[in-house]
């Protein structure tokens, strides 16, 4: 009987290591601790027990918390827009409930409403610091921009009227409410508390109107007087009301609705947009009809009749100019039969009529002008329009009216964004490499100026690592992103669809037929920062294999096509065969070879397709510009009319020179270097004679596999069997199955032959493909089977390419990794290895036997056997990491970056320059490894070579694991887990003790789901939407410092002074306007409004309203300082004047008295 030493057990927590060779833990004897218990088998416990006592273990629980940092991206489904003319901030509601404000660059802060309710409007309270937001469950909010993340002060909720303007003047605290009703309400923004003064529509309007005048869709005070208010409703009325004596002073009608409402600078004329796409100039003067009617986009009739009517104009902007004609700018109003046309901003300016086509439709826009004062010539500069995918600025200032350089990464979306890597802590010549070779592609044309957004203050913090963040996107480019201290820039984009012919439309080829649309999206991403090595792979079955060159170079691009199916024979007898174990690897060579893919097969006659890629390689020399040049092109061929299954995982290695792959079918390995498939094998051949289970060979001719998302869904009943050999990732819920990007999915029917055309044939609503997560094509759904189902079964392909039918027979490969490790038990020393993981949960070991000197390298083949050692797991294998002796990470070799294509002949030459693990005080160290292995369901421990496991922690029983890495924090190491159920959990290592498990983020979009990925320094990033990337982090230190890294939204700014006003009222605050609001609208001569009318609601406590309270007295602490500094400086001319009338007034009394002793003793007559 073996005996076990039990250390650091945690009462209530225990994990049992399941049976089998590989094991070495037990399930008796009370449990070993989960993920604490260290088990010694006997016989190795000598060996290795001496260096893994010494291992001490850093990082606990008070090393980790977790909080979102900063989102990135375009705002996603924005609604609303409004502007700060003083502070320079602008701010974006969207309909999900968030608000989003930007100055800046690096000035970019999210905040979300509670209720999740769309925002209607936004209004600054100019240059004070907040902002109010008007909600679609008729909520106003105050929120407090004065700290680094903005709170709710207060809120009003409207019970028996909807919202649907705001207006809020400059320099008042009198907010203005229209409703759907008509009516208009006053907010005090103070107290938020509603005033008992209420314009009610039927007051507003004529008594002798019968009709409603629909919901009030504007509200402006006048430029000349604030006592007036204009009041705009649906149907066509505008009230000019005076708010001292309560009534109408006028009244205008137009048989066309209004959409939009804007005055002129003088207050004596505004401008109405209305629903046929005319505008009406209204005069106070002669308000019984328009001073001028235009139709911008109508046809003049001939016959001297009114233009045609053309689409709605739904906002006007009329801005003054002091040396020139004024604005007109407007959205919509484009004439009816140009269907075709795009949405459009026109500008008209004088005679000259300017339409900027925009690319998706206009959501609003806003005029930026040099003064904040609604009475003065406004002078705009800018126009800052919001467009449902996208934010731009024009420049007012030139004649042919260019953009603005964008300077926030609202680009993320070009195309959609299908996986993401993220990498901190990297080299730090990266960047500016990465930026050198991007910076060459950038547009020209835009506007010269700087970016007119530019209020608030940021600065770079302490964290001064570089982090790159990448992203795949669905038409094949890649892009780079600098994201170091919680920013985000664009670096570098690389088109992978360049290295392919295009597809020419009615060519009925029938390599088209695997992904109709978007056939180049990015599946798998692998990136060695060291090297400069990229490999990408696509969802038609291909892999790319890129270098890093500074160089233009013209070449042709080398391809290699590989056969990968799982193909057997068909079974006559029942009887399984048993296939022959690998003697070695020598004698394994020639039928590896026999295997390999060719590229002299040629396609079968008939519709039979065979030996043929998904896609055309350019076989011409293609010109390559700096940055990264595609090496190798490695493309999965068809198999007997079967389709490429699409590749579940992905693994390079520079020093090695080889690529490894895998699907559903089996792995292959291809040598980079020289341009050779090494290994194209099935999953099972792998095993040998090692294969654990005993399965029955399928023929695909009868049961044929097609492409991931190509199947039918059917409803048809899913037999018990079925229900059994389902993947805990691929789960039926009521018959459907939920993937993450596609909702169709093979189910329990099997299709004939007949079936092929129509499964190959998508919808048009059907997305394109499914994105590998990890090293796996999945699905995800709640599971439904249970845990000892699974267990017998063990049939847990994550590929979401294989039908359920099928598992048994087949096994995805999940998760590769290229190490120097033992490759088998009791080996004396460590080689290259390449760990291939699989979706049942076997760990199977690769020797790669690679030439002894560079000079062999690039001539002699590299020999890739089965080693034969298979270790065990539950669930889909996702990583691989390996541990020396004393717990450090062991990075896996690589080859240190050199252009290929310098101009340097010495460069040229020059051999490769390898980076090896190798102990760094002295032989004996490198005794022993650890080899960390995380599936779906659990992580182990394993001792190397031995083969015996240390320490074992189930992670799930009632979900799996999405991704799993394992990362640096704080000169240690942990392995972070993101969980179907939205837990983010860290176990230590090696032990595996738990340190970290939050339910932190549950799984609402399988976007998250496969695009969510953990990287060192405590740091996480998902698409929260699918235009913006959330990051977060999971370090405590990060959280501490966080405040000192985010960018401050207020900055004291003092208000200009209006343009009227004389020096002692701009010193003593005075106005040209003798209305005083508060005396209106204040509780004394108002009264109380209604209380069933509208509820005040306090904002938000706890510790995030401490902290926005602490940083509002802050503000307001920096605002008095400022103001008295002002006064100072008032005082002080005051003081100077003073003085000066003084001496000017004793001057004056000197001459006096000298004239009065002249003519003091004189007479009358004598003068």
Known sequence: MKKFNFRKV????????????????????GGIGAGSGSVHPGGTAGAAGTPRDEIQEILSSDYFQICKTVRHGFPYLPTALAFDPVQKILAVGTRTGAIRILGRPGVDCYCQHESGAAVLQLQFLINEGALVSASADDTLHLWNLRQKRPAILHSLKFNRERITYCHLPFQSKWLYVGTERGNTHIVNIESFILSGYVIMWNKAIELSTKTHPGPVVHLSDSPRDEGKLLIGYENGTVVLWDLRSKRADLRVYYDEAIHSVDWHHEGKQFMCSHSDGSLTLWNLKSPSRPFQITIPHGKIQRDGKKPESCKPILKVEYKTCKSSEPFIIFSG????????????????????????????????????????????????????????????????????????ENPYPIDIHESPVTCTEYFADCPPDLIPVLYSVGAKHKKQGYSNKEWPISGGAWNLGTQTYPEIIITGHADGSIKFWDASAITLQMLYKLKTSKVFEKQKLGEGKPTTEIVEEDPFAIQMMYWCPESRIFCVAGVSAYVIVYRFSKHEVNTEIVSLEVRLQYDVEDIITPEPEIIPPFPDASSQLPSLKSLSGSTNTVACEGTMKDSIPCLSVKTRP??????????????????????????????????????????????????????????????????????????QPRSPRKNKQFS???????????SLELERCKSPTSDHVNGHCTSPTSQTCSSGKRLSSADVTKS????????????????????ISLPVTTEENRENTFSRSRSSSVSSIDKESKEAITALYFMETFSRKNDSMVSPCLWVGTGLGMVLIISLNLPATEELRQTEPVMVSPSGTVLTLKGAVLTFSCLDCMGALIHSPYEVWRDPNSIDDSEKTRKRKLVMYSPSSSQDMGDHQFAVICSEKQAKVFSLPSQTCLYVHNITETSFLL??????????????????????????????????DVNYLPVTDMRIART?????????????????????????????????????????????????????????????????????????????????????????????????????????????????????????????????MMASAEAFSKHAHELMLKYKDKKWYQF
């Open 333 to 404: 109003g484009l004439s009816y039969d140009k269907a075709c046309r795009r949405p459009s901003l026109t500008i008209m300016h004088g005679k000259a009529i300017t339409v900027l086509e925009m690319d998706h439709p206009i959501v609003d826009f806003l005029t930026l002008c040099e003064t904040p004062y609604p009475n003065e010539f406004q002078e705009p500069y800018a126009v800052v329009v919001l467009l449902e995918k996208d934010l731009i600025v024009v420049d007012l200032t030139q004649s042919n009216f260019p953009i603005f």
């Open 708 to 718: 991931a998302g190509l199947t039918e869904l059917t409803d048809s009943p899913v």
């Open 760 to 779: 190959n044939r998508r919808g048009p609503g059907r997305p394109p493909f499914r994105k590998a997560q990890s090293a796996a094509c999945m699905e």
């Open 963 to 996: 991704r799993a890495d394992v990362v640096t924090l704080c000169n240690s190491i942990c392995l972070a887990c993101f969980c179907a159920n939205g837990h983010i959990m860290t176990m230590s290592l090696p032990s595996l003790r738990p340190m970290l």
């Open 10 to 29: 945690l009462d209530g927590l225990t994990a049992s290591s399941p049976g089998g060779s590989s094991s070495g833990g037990s399930s008796s004897g």
């Open 1012 to 1140: 969510f990925c953990f990287t060192n320094e405590g740091q996480a990033l998902y698409l929260s939407s699918p235009t913006e990337i959330q990051r977060l982090t999971y370090s405590q230190e990060m959280c501490d410092n966080l405040q000192d890294m985010l960018g401050d939204l207020f900055t004291p700014v003092e208000t200009p002074e209006a343009q009227n006003r004389g020096f002692l009222k701009g010193l003593f605050g005075g106005s040209g306007q003798t209305f005083d609001r508060e005396e209106l609208f204040g509780e004394a001569s108002a009264g109380k409004a209604s209380r069933s009318l509208a509820q005040h609601i306090p904002g938000s406590g706890g510790i995030e309203g401490m902290k926005g309270a602490a940083g509002g007295v802050i503000g307001d602490l920096a605002r008095a300082r400022l103001a008295l500094d002002e006064r100072g400086q008032r005082l002080g001319e005051l003081d100077e004047k003073t003085a000066s």
């Open 622 to 695: 293609v010109r390559m510009p700096p940055g990264y040049q595609a090496e190798l092109v490695i493309q999965l061929v068809w198999v007997d009319g079967e389709p490429p299954q699409q590749i579940t995982s992905l693994a390079i290695n520079s020093a090695y020179g080889l690529v490894a792959f895998g699907n559903c079918n089996g792995l292959a390995v291809v040598d980079f270097m020289q341009k050779t498939v090494l290994l194209s094998m099935g999953t099972i051949d792998l095993y040998g004679s090692s294969d654990p289970y005993q399965r």
